[in-house]
T-cell receptor, first 115, second 109 residues
Framework: GAGVSQSPSNKVTEKGKDVELRCDPISGHTALYWYRQSLGQGLEFLIYFQGNSAPDKSGLPSDRFSAERTGGSVSTLTIQRTQQEDSAVYLCASSPPGPGNYGYTFGSGTRLTVV | DAKTTQPTSMDCAEGRAANLPCNHS???????VYWYRQIHSQGPQYIIH?????ETNEMASLIITEDRKSSTLILPHATLRDTAVYYCIDRDSNYQLIWGAGTKLIIKP
């Protein structure tokens, strides 16, 4: 597609439920990133994919968070047993292959609210 | 922790040049400086990046000091639509972008 697409755009869930967030990167972009942003804060790195593998999962805040990527394309971020502190905007970005000095294209994010 | 520091907020009059400073005193030789902006409720938008030479594109200019410890993003003729949070980011060796809180730029009519 023309840009990075994320779905859903908004999600309200009850505490303790699992949620799945989806990211469709730009076609041909091999690198994919997940960030989250709490209100009024900068972006917090969660995980990075190169193709289908995740060389860096250091940002995942707990074992309730997991992510996968299939076919070098779509990625899903899963949060199990959601807590109120998980409420944030979850942003996905992708970048093309190469030495890596490229700008990243971000999606519009998924706003997650845990009630 | 973010490796860059920026002022929390700045004002600029519409039509004037907006100059946004950033300190990145611990930047290493192969790390680029990236600038993004985020307009309310949208994902961040890439503006420009550079290594050591000054850069210019259709959106902005980037001036990097000779020692590479700081840089300035210049929006030459700011408009009301340039009101946003501007992030100066230092990209690390794993291609992560480490984000600080950015500068909230308000363009005033």
């Amino acid at each position: 597609g023309a840009g990075v697409s994320q779905s859903p755009s908004n999600k309200v869930t009850e505490k303790g439920k699992d949620v799945e967030l989806r990211c469709d990167p730009i076609s041909g972009h091999t690198a994919l990133y997940w960030y989250r942003q709490s209100l009024g804060q900068g972006l917090e790195f969660l995980i990075y994919f190169q193709g289908n593998s995740a060389p860096d999962k250091s940002g995942l805040p707990s074992d309730r968070f997991s992510a996968e990527r299939t076919g070098g394309s779509v990625s899903t971020l899963t949060i199990q047993r959601t807590q109120q502190e998980d409420s944030a905007v979850y942003l996905c970005a992708s970048s093309p292959p190469g030495p890596g000095n490229y700008g990243y294209t971000f999606g519009s994010g998924t706003r997650l609210t845990v009630v | 922790d973010a490796k860059t520091t920026q002022p929390t907020s700045m004002d600029c009059a519409e039509g004037r040049a907006a100059n946004l400073p950033c300190n990145h005193s611990t930047i290493s030789g192969n790390e680029y400086v990236y600038w993004y902006r985020q307009i309310h409720s949208q994902g961040p938008q890439y503006i420009i990046h550079g290594l050591k030479n000054n850069e210019t594109n259709e959106m902005a200019s980037l001036i990097i000091t000779e020692d590479r410890k700081s840089s300035t993003l210049i929006l030459p003729h700011a408009t009301l639509r340039d009101t946003a949070v501007y992030y100066c980011i230092d990209r690390d060796s794993n291609y992560q972008l480490i984000w600080g809180a950015g500068t909230k730029l308000i363009i005033k009519p």
